[in-house]
């Protein structure tokens, strides 16, 4: 970030106070926490919050929703390999994500606590780098961001992968 521009001169930095894994967390399903901060945060034009899903979430198959996160990929040019980016993934089918783990021999168990979405491809270089896991995955409704998941599992391949999310709207009364 350039500490010249705007969005980067509002950044504010805190720690956390608290953080809470889901009761239910096992290592594979609920994964998803709650984490106080120390300290108020100041919304900015840079800085805001986001509306949690209804019971039913907004976004239907092949629906864009978006991502944010620090990429781990060397870039020559930047002469980096960590840098935060923004994505677009495309809202598919469970099924999707279950077939291409049984074809490449994955265990994995998903379920209606999940969803399934697709990098788009040629969105950028950086198709199927190593994402942050834990990143908010929105949707933008009625002129309002949703929070519709968190990254939950993306492998690290060559090819064009799935990404499992976890589903937020399944967790909107415990979070509350």
Known sequence: CNKTEEKC???????????????LFNGTFNDIGLIRLNASV???????????PKSIPHSKVEDALYTSGFLIHY????????????????????KVCKDWFK????TVVLNELNFCSMDVPNDSVF???????????????????YVEGVLSLAVDVASLRPL??????????WIQ
């Open 127 to 145: 198709l199927n780098a190593f994402t942050d896991h834990g990143g908010p995955v929105v949707s933008f409704y009625n002129n309002r961001w």
């Open 9 to 23: 001169r509002q950044m504010q930095w805190f720690s956390i106070e608290e953080a809470t894994p889901h009761p």
């Open 103 to 106: 074809d490449y021999q994955h």
């Open 42 to 52: 100041v919304f900015t034009d840079y800085i805001q919050p986001i509306c949690l």
């Open 164 to 173: 499992v999310h976890t589903n937020v709207s399944y967790y909107v009364d």
């Open 75 to 94: 870039d020559p040019t930047l002469q980096k390999d960590k840098f935060k980016t923004n994505k677009t993934t495309i809202l598919k089918p469970l």
